[in-house]
């Protein structure tokens, strides 16, 4: 089917920083996008880091239950004035698949640059499934071409 | 007294007319739920299920029984969510809109197409709904003895000129209303063809709903409302006094039309046996004269012809026009002492 199962997956992503923006992994925390904007339970840790210390690059990884539809997305949410509240999950490993982020992006052009959000689209882990119903697809405009083609001969 | 061909063709347009609008409810009752996932607005985003309810592209969150979209026009706007989930046009714009990942959508593209590529402009000619309305109207000024009006071909290639000047804005301001920095003009301008749509004021009008028949709170909203029923009137009047004359215009159509040459339902001419009468010309509702005209070609499917087989019905010539499924005869025209 079009839709892999609903279930629970481990997420994985990383997200890069600007010198000095985030001062630690504490500085950073997950939100979901709309409604209460709930922290969501991580482990953050920086990956890589600038040379005053600061967060270069953030590995960023929660468990997370999907739905059936399309793409999630999350809030990453950094600053002096950010605490991660909940702590990281204890199994993520038990978990039955891991997702990556697809991409993250600014939301809006004037963040402030030690401060701010960032938008974090989590895919699910590729199906072949999906891309199963392009070689069908392919033959039949391809037979259509080749028709026309001979009907225009 | 009507011709068996034309008789079949009213059978599966009013019986499609019915499942088009009201499967929603008749055929979800039967399966107690909807068939396929449907793809879902990411966060932030309009759909049609989010707009404001006074908003006239607006559906009242009804899924659909089959979650695709067909060739033809089935409308989102149907009551009880239709029997398809929308058109080919609403299909590009709201998911050009939603930023979907092509992968999302390969199964949808696999169902149209192959839809599309099997039948052609046939869903124009037996399934559309507008068309069936379209023809039913027709009828009515036939009943008044009103002559039809003719167009002139340069006329009717203006109004295929202008379809695609339909449809390439349409999936322009889609896209444009997906970006980041635009989102706060999807309010007014998701679904850009559906704001004028004549599909979009009928349909749910057969289901008793006319929350979506205008909307004046905005500047915006307002200039959709009369623009829609500008439309609508268009509409009423090409169907009425140039016969099919709207479906030059009309970018699902057009769509359509890129699948039918080179569809395996082939209208065909046998040119020995054509004596260029143009009963076929007189009876096209398309108002094309390629029947006739054409000449040393075997396959007859212009990207206009909705392979209604008024033709067929017209043609005084045995076995000169018929039309073939994969090379398979399935009717042909049959001699008639009154129009030889």
Redesign the interface.
């Known amino acids: 089917m079009l839709a892999p199962a609903a279930g629970a997956y481990a997420v994985k992503g990383f997200c890069a920083f600007a010198p000095g923006s985030v001062a630690s992994a504490e500085n950073l925390r997950m939100l979901t996008v709309g409604g209460t904007c709930e922290e969501v339970s991580a482990t953050v840790h920086a990956a890589a880091s600038w040379t005053d210390g600061s967060v270069k690059l953030a590995e960023i990884a929660f468990a997370f239950e999907a739905g059936r539809d399309g793409p999630t997305y999350f809030w990453v949410e950094w600053g002096s004035q950010v605490r991660r509240a909940k702590p990281g999950p204890a199994a993520l490993q038990s978990l039955s698949q891991t997702l990556y982020f697809e991409e993250a992006e600014v939301p809006s052009p004037d963040f402030d640059l030690g401060a701010g959000t960032l938008l974090v689209r989590v895919e699910r882990h590729p199906d072949l499934w999906y891309y199963a119903y392009f070689v069908p697809t392919a033959a039949i405009l391809g037979l259509l071409v080749w028709r026309k083609a001979r009907l225009g001969r | 007294m009507m011709r068996p061909t034309a008789v079949a063709r009213w059978s599966v347009q009013i019986a499609a007319f019915g499942l088009l609008i009201y499967g929603g409810f008749l055929v979800k009752a039967a399966l107690g739920r909807s068939v396929?996932?449907?793809?879902?607005?990411?966060?932030?985003a309009y759909s049609s299920n989010t707009l404001p309810q006074q908003s006239i592209a607006w559906a009242p969150g009804d899924e659909p029984a089959f979650n695709f979209y067909p060739p033809g026009a089935a409308c989102r706007f149907n009551p009880g969510g239709g029997l398809f989930k929308a058109c080919i046009v609403h299909m590009f714009s709201e998911n050009l809109t939603w930023r979907?990942?092509l992968?999302?959508l390969?199964?949808y593209?696999?169902l149209f197409?192959?839809l599309a590529?099997l039948f052609g402009r046939a869903w124009c000619g037996w399934i559309c709904p507008l068309g069936t309305l379209g023809d039913a109207l027709t009828g009515l000024r036939r009943l008044l003895h009103i002559d039809h009006a003719d167009f002139s071909g340069g006329f009717r290639k203006a109004l295929r000129i202008c379809s695609y000047g339909i449809l390439a804005p349409t999936l322009a301001v889609s896209a444009f209303i997906g970006m980041?920095?635009f989102t706060p003009y999807q309010c007014y301008l998701f679904l850009p063809y559906c704001q004028v749509c004549p599909a979009r004021l009928l349909c749910p009008l057969f289901g008793g709903r006319t929350s979506t028949l205008a909307d004046f709170t905005n500047g915006i909203s307002s200039f959709l409302s009369i623009a829609s029923w500008v439309v609508l009137g268009l509409f009423v009047a090409a169907f009425f006094l140039g016969r099919r004359i709207w479906c030059h215009l009309c970018p699902i159509g057009l769509v359509n039309s890129w699948?039918n040459?080179?569809?395996?339902l082939e209208l065909r001419k046998d040119q020995v046996r054509c004596n260029r009468c143009a009963a076929c010309a007189d009876a096209c509702p398309m108002g094309l004269d390629h029947v006739v005209r054409k000449k040393g070609k075997a396959?007859l499917?212009e990207p206009g012809c909705v392979l209604c087989l008024r033709c067929v019905d017209a043609c005084p010539r045995d076995s000169c026009l018929s039309v073939t499924f994969w090379g398979k005869q399935l009717i042909q025209s049959k001699y008639r002492e009154t129009h030889s």
Not at chain 2, 36 to 44: H, T
């Open positions: 396929l996932p449907g793809v879902s607005a990411p966060a932030g979907t990942p992968k999302y390969s199964l593209l696999f197409v192959l590529f980041p920095a699948f040459r080179g569809s395996p396959v499917n």
